[in-house]
């Protein structure tokens, strides 16, 4: 066999001797046909060198015909060693096939680029993902794709990587099919060649969509729980604040209370004491306020319905949000029964409604509707203090001019307001949240600048059905002849006690705590008819002093005055003790009236004395 000039290319003259012997058959056959049929010959086929080795070539040929004789006389060809080639395309289509099949097969997307950054390859996952063909997700590329808030950042790490070929990594929303965004974490690594150059870049992207809203909302609960916190400090610091002024204010507007009366009416002083007694009136409903917030307040839970409270303040509503608003009350049908104070109640879905008001001065829509919901635990998850189950909503919602998410965050802290001197206090949205946790409910809110806002109250399900309370009758009679021990430790609360009751006309026994009541009580037991004590005394508190008086066999009831709801004054003090309701105590709420203390104390000694 003769020659080719090309250097490039192997030249010999080869014997059937260096045909590895399996072959040898295979091109006979070849050569006959080449000639019989007048063909080129091209063929590949292994041969075997002198030292062993053994190669695979091509070879190429064509016949050379005799012009005379028009027989074959030669063959001229080439012969190619193509073993380097030939290991070097098997690997390959190896490892594509290998590769194919894992990147089909995977649950990532799986793409690979030229070193210039163009897409190339991307696995069947990718396009059903994106609803692409492959033509399109080739063309288009993937910037299409990414979320437009993340794409900057994207473009600037790939094209770092492109030039500098360092590894690619990135967490962004990706589009998919239908629309929707989620997130995912995409890398790439560049392939080398032996020298080092990027022939491709191999690339994955991975979903992990689910795992980064789990983290948005731990986040997010963490930022609820620290709101929280904040909240429970401030509350404990307005609580007290709240408390020590009820003592004193009880001291002020029951001293000028008590002089008034004292005065002839038509005295000069008198008109001086109004003055004191309006300026610590309007103390009091501040402290009032700050005691709501603080959840101390004392509450006077029944089991009611909600549609009924919100019938019950109607009138109160239209006249609160004036005629520019247009008011719509829809009552959830079935609705279940709360265990709840129904004027505390009344007092949030008022303050919404101001709220509300205010936030549409041209006029616009308020709805308030009820019905019942079940909160579950991934709910719940969000809100620190929430516990799953049935809840019946309050959902107030105005088209006003919203908030942004800074306002929203801050709209619960007492006196937060945006609203001009004298327009706003502050308070309205604070009580509220107190309330509603002293209510073991909650409160949330949805708000779009421009658009309106809508707060949604909780309130837990009563859990029984409990009787209903019978509310206090108005007595216009309150004094009355019998003896009274009273316990309070602060000295000018007592001896206020003493006067207020003894202007009314009762006999007065005074201790200066729940240890001394008792001892007063065993001197004394005849003639004493009932209890009146402060809950939180030094040495001994009102309730362990009540039930030595019970074990002394002391059958008299038992009259709470308190700065705190009584609940939390449990909650806050850790000796055993038990609540007003387990001892079937009233509770009267500082700073009281001498009106309220006397209503208070004749209802119970006329309760005790009926058989
Ligand atoms: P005040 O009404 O005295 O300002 P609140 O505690 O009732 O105090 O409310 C606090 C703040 O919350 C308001 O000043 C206002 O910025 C915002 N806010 C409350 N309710 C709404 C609402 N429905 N629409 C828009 N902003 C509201
Ligand atoms: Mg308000």
Not at 144 to 168: F, I, M, Q
Not at 329 to 346: E, H, M, N, R, W
Not at 571 to 585: C, H, I, M, Q, W
Request: some cysteine; glycine content about 8%.
């Amino acid at each position: 066999m003769v020659t080719n000039p090309d250097k490039s290319r192997l030249q010999a003259r080869f014997y059937y001797g260096f045909l590895n012997p399996h072959e040898q058959t295979r091109i006979r056959e070849a050569l006959f046909e080449t000639v019989t049929q007048r063909k080129d010959l091209n063929i590949e086929f292994a041969i075997v060198l002198p030292d062993g080795r053994e190669r695979i070539v091509h070879v190429q040929a064509e016949v050379i015909y005799d012009e005379q004789s028009n027989k074959p006389s030669k063959l001229i060809g080439t012969l190619q060693d193509i073993t380097d080639r030939k290991l070097a395309h098997e690997f390959l289509e190896k490892s594509e096939r290998q590769y194919r099949f894992l990147s089909e097969g995977i649950m990532h997307q799986v793409w690979t680029a030229r070193p210039d950054g163009k897409l190339d390859y991307v696995n069947n996952r990718t396009l059903e993902y994106f609803g692409l063909t492959f033509e399109q997700m080739i063309n288009d590329g993937w910037q299409s794709v990414v979320h437009p808030d993340d794409l900057a950042d994207c473009v600037k790490r790939w094209t770092k990587s492109l030039e500098t070929g360092e590894y690619y990594e990135v967490e962004f929303r990706l589009k998919k099919a239908d629309g929707s965004y989620r997130w995912h974490s995409g890398g790439a690594t560049a392939g080398r060649d032996s020298e080092g150059k990027i022939v491709k870049w191999f690339g994955t992207n991975t979903d992990i969509n689910d795992k980064k809203l789990a983290e948005e909302e731990l986040n997010l609960s963490e930022d609820r729980f620290q709101q929280l916190q904040k909240m429970e400090a401030i509350g404990t610091l307005t609580g007290g604040v709240a408390h020590d002024f009820n003592n004193l204010l009880t001291a002020i507007l029951g001293n000028t209370q008590l002089a008034q009366r004292r005065l002839a009416p038509d005295d000069p002083v008198q008109l001086r004491l109004t003055e004191v007694a309006d300026a610590g009136n309007r103390a009091a409903e501040l402290t009032r306020k700050l005691l709501a917030f603080s959840r101390r307040q004392h509450l006077e839970r029944r089991t009611v319905n909600l549609n009924n409270i919100i019938g019950e303040i109607m009138t109160l509503l239209e006249r609160i949000i004036g005629e520019d608003v247009e008011l719509s009350v829809k009552y959830g049908s079935d609705l279940p029964t709360v265990f709840a104070d129904p004027g505390q109640i009344g007092q949030v879905v008022m303050n919404l409604a101001a709220n509300a008001r205010d936030a549409m001065p041209s006029g616009g829509k308020l709805t308030i509707e009820t019905c019942c919901v079940e909160l579950d635990e991934s709910y719940c998850r969000k809100y620190p203090y929430v516990t799953p189950g049935r809840y019946v909503q309050i959902r107030v919602s105005d088209s006003g001019i919203g908030m942004n998410e800074e306002i929203q965050t801050h709209i619960f802290e007492p006196y937060f307001t945006t609203k001009e001197v004298g327009k706003g206090t502050g308070l309205g949205l604070s009580m509220a949240y107190g309330i509603i946790r002293q209510h073991e409910g909650h409160i949330n809110l949805y708000s779009e600048l421009g658009l309106g806002t809508t707060f949604k109250v909780y309130l837990p399900v009563a859990k029984k059905i409990a009787e209903e309370n019978v509310l206090p009758t108005l007595l216009s009679f309150l004094g009355g002849t019998e003896t009274i021990l009273v316990a309070e430790d602060e000295e000018p609360l007592r001896n206020l006690a003493k006067d207020t009751l003894e202007e009314l006309g009762y006999t007065v026994l005074l201790a200066k705590n729940g240890k001394e009541a008792v001892e007063i009580f065993g001197a004394n037991r005849e003639r004493i008819d009932l209890f009146l004590s402060d809950v939180v005394m030094p040495q001994m508190g009102g309730s362990e002093a009540f039930e030595r008086i019970r074990e002394m066999g002391g059958n008299i009831p038992l009259i709470f005055m308190t700065g705190y709801s009584s609940e939390t004054v449990q909650s806050r003090f850790v000796e055993p003790k038990k609540t007003a309701e387990e001892l079937g105590a009233m509770v009267i709420q500082k700073p009281y009236s001498l009106e309220q203390l006397g209503r208070a104390v004749r209802e119970v000694l006329d309760k005790n004395h009926k058989p």
